[in-house]
T-cell receptor, first 108, second 114 residues
Framework: DAKTTQPNSMESNEEEPVHLPCNHS???????IHWYRQLPSQGPEYVIH???SNVNNRMASLAIAEDRKSSTLILHRATLRDAAVYYCIRQGAQKLVFGQGTRLTINP | DAMVIQNPRYQVTQFGKPVTLSCSQT?????MYWYQQKSSQAPKLLFH???????NEADTPDNFQSRRPNTSFCFLDIRSPGLGDAAMYLCATSRGGTYTDTQYFGPGTRLTVL
């Protein structure tokens, strides 16, 4: 399975925007890009998904490159509660193929 | 609130002693998944059920089995746990089968093998 590539870790300050990058150069035309995050000692939770267009919801924004080979998850104002591992996932059919994720640290 | 429930949250077993982990859901979703997550690693899909249809991942060891007696419940059976099976086991559900499906995860069961 083709996987996604993310930086192992990133650090940001509270109340500042955070841009989490993801490369998925071998994504197929029908695969959606999903983002999940996993807070400490919890199961992953859904953040956002998209196919070609940029997407916004109450948690975050997703910016997808025109060639679909990369995307960026944007947290507009990070809080301490946003500290988690963020997974960028290519979803094909019923399966999520998790990459290694980015561990996001938020500094007070 | 509708949710995915996993019991127990922590399970200790002995090397080679069969163990069963359980998952229940109140979402009435068609699909239920089991993932294994080892320390500092990403979740790895073991298998999933779409309704009663079982779908095994090619690299899931035979030591891992699953049962889904009804829509609400799904069980993970480890027939002879080894030390390498110590991990967090995550259950998830989804409505069913589309590329936009959201998966809802339970809190996980942490398995320790002594």
């Amino acid at each position: 399975d083709a996987k996604t590539t993310q930086p192992n870790s990133m650090e940001s300050n509270e109340e500042e925007p955070v841009h989490l990058p993801c490369n998925h150069s071998t994504i197929s035309g029908t695969d959606y890009i999903h983002w999940y995050r996993q807070l400490p000692s919890q199961g992953p939770e859904y953040v956002i998904h998209g196919l070609t267009s940029n997407v916004n919801n109450r948690m975050a924004s997703l910016a997808i490159a025109e060639d679909r080979k990369s995307s960026t998850l944007i947290l507009h104002r990070a809080t301490l509660r946003d500290a988690a591992v963020y997974y960028c996932i290519r979803q094909g059919a019923q399966k999520l193929v998790f990459g290694q994720g980015t561990r996001l640290t938020i500094n007070p | 609130d509708a949710m995915v429930i996993q019991n127990p949250r922590y399970q200790v077993t002995q090397f080679g002693k069969p163990v069963t982990l359980s998952c229940s859901q109140t979402l009435n979703h068609n699909v239920m998944y089991w993932y294994q997550q080892k320390s500092s690693q990403a979740p790895k899909l073991l298998f999933h059920y779409y309704d009663k249809d079982f779908n095994n991942e090619a690299d899931t060891p035979d030591n891992f089995q699953s049962r889904r007696p009804n829509t609400s419940f799904c069980f993970l059976d480890i027939r002879s746990p080894g030390l390498g099976d110590a991990a967090m086991y995550l259950c998830a559900t989804s409505r069913g089968g589309t590329y936009t499906d959201t998966q809802y995860f339970g809190p996980g069961t942490r398995l320790t093998v002594l």
